[in-house]
């Protein structure tokens, strides 16, 4: 979406845009069959994208299915040849579901990669650096939280 289309959206598209724009860091992907996900763009390995060896020369479309085998597996000469080896063990790591699934978008803060409006609110406070007394007391937030509120109610807040 242009800059010019934004402009002339509405406040309910805007809001949106921003807050896609704000989410990019905290959203990576989890891998299926590695088919939708880009080796060199997507965050797919731990928190960050990952860190290539010298000897790395990856098209700007390779997919991490490129790494694999035919049989699902990692293909492991590629992945120590193309990665510095902290990342080529977190690679090897991963596990590539038996059954053919897509790739899916997971959500880095959180240890399922499950999102939740308060992990969301949670890390638009933290990037705006507000030091509000409520930040610093974890028992407000907590009965916040415990509030019976609808959850569009508790993210407007």
Request: hydrophobic letters at 40%; charged letters at 20%.
């Amino acid at each position: 979406m242009s800059n010019k289309q934004v402009q002339k959206g509405s406040w309910a598209a805007k809001s949106m845009l921003r807050a896609i724009r704000s989410f990019a860091g905290a959203i990576g992907k989890r891998i299926g069959n590695g088919s939708s996900t880009s080796i060199t763009r997507d965050i797919w390995v731990g928190k960050e994208k990952v860190k290539f060896s010298n000897t790395a020369n990856f098209q700007q479309n390779a997919v991490v299915a490129d790494l694999m085998t035919n049989s699902r597996q990692w293909n492991s000469s590629i992945v120590w040849r193309s990665f510095d080896a902290a990342t080529a063990r977190n690679i090897l790591a991963i596990h590539i579901p038996e059954q053919d699934q897509q790739d899916e978008f997971s959500w880095l803060h959180e240890k399922y990669g499950e999102f939740s409006f308060r992990l969301g609110y949670l890390l638009q406070i933290s990037n705006k650096n507000t030091q509000s007394w409520t930040l610093k007391n974890p028992l407000f937030w907590k009965k916040f939280w415990k509030l019976d509120l609808l959850p569009q109610w508790k993210w407007f807040i």
